[in-house]
């Protein structure tokens, strides 16, 4: 390589550059699939956990509407025992006492019936939202599925790109000199993906500041690389590319 001149060189490290950062941006965007793949599952759950919710909730109030059904049966079974004890009662007290206790269960019964007549009107209600809800969820399951395959399919164009890419940085990178080669990938994997920058008028094209006048001397004599002394990346003058 020792043949090949510094500029040549500069000329072959702008071309892996573009490479490098092209891989760096794709590489970047996969680490965020797995995040965007998450948050689309996570609304979808949420979906799902909303229904049973109100799947549980619809299932609460048949429960306790069988229970007070239950009871209500209980209190039924009373009174007709009450009634049936009427007949052999002996005195006034007694038979004022068990109609007061017949009254009572009938009071309770109302209650209960009240209870019961509210729970069917609460069960219509609930089951309403459970149908909207499952209506929901199966939209937003075809909706996720079909984002996922989306997302997968991206993922799976990226890794190829990324392969292509690879093979590319390879072919390029046998052309420069291993020397240069090295502080380059070091560079690169310092700063970002980005290790070799233009100079903009005295502007390094890397951390944008004032590049020294004897570096900008340097890179015009194109005898050896010149390193922005503030952010320590590669320079050129891209008119000599």
């Known amino acids: 390589m020792s043949d090949i001149s510094v500029n040549d060189q500069i000329v072959k490290l702008v071309e892996l550059q573009k490479i490098d950062y092209e891989i760096y941006d794709l590489k970047g965007q996969l680490e965020e699939k797995p995040a965007l793949l998450e948050e689309k599952k996570e609304l979808f759950e949420g979906k799902k956990a909303k229904l049973h919710e109100l799947e549980e909730k619809l299932k609460t109030i048949q429960l306790g509407r069988k229970e007070q059904e239950l009871e209500l049966k209980v209190k039924e079974e009373g009174i007709s025992k009450s009634n049936a004890q009427l007949s052999a009662i002996k005195t006034n007290k007694e038979y004022t006492a068990k109609i007061s206790e017949i009254e009572n269960i009938k009071a309770d019964m109302s209650v209960i019936e009240d209870k019961i007549l509210l729970s069917y009107e609460e069960f219509d209600r609930v089951n309403a939202d459970v149908e909207k809800e499952k209506s929901n969820v199966a939209e937003e399951e075809k909706k996720y599925f079909s984002q996922k395959a989306e997302i997968e ?30 502080m380059y990938e070091k560079i690169l994997m310092r700063k970002n993906g980005l290790a070799i920058v233009p100079l903009n008028g005295s502007i390094c094209g890397g951390c944008h500041l004032n590049v020294l006048p004897q570096e900008i001397n340097n890179l015009k004599k194109k005898q050896e690389l010149v390193y922005c002394e503030k952010c320590n990346r590669i320079i050129y003058l891209e008119e000599d590319l």
């Open 153 to 182: 399919g991206e993922v799976k164009a990226i890794k190829d790109r990324i392969k292509v890419l690879e093979s590319q940085k390879t072919q390029v990178g046998s052309e420069v000199d291993p020397a240069y080669l090295d």
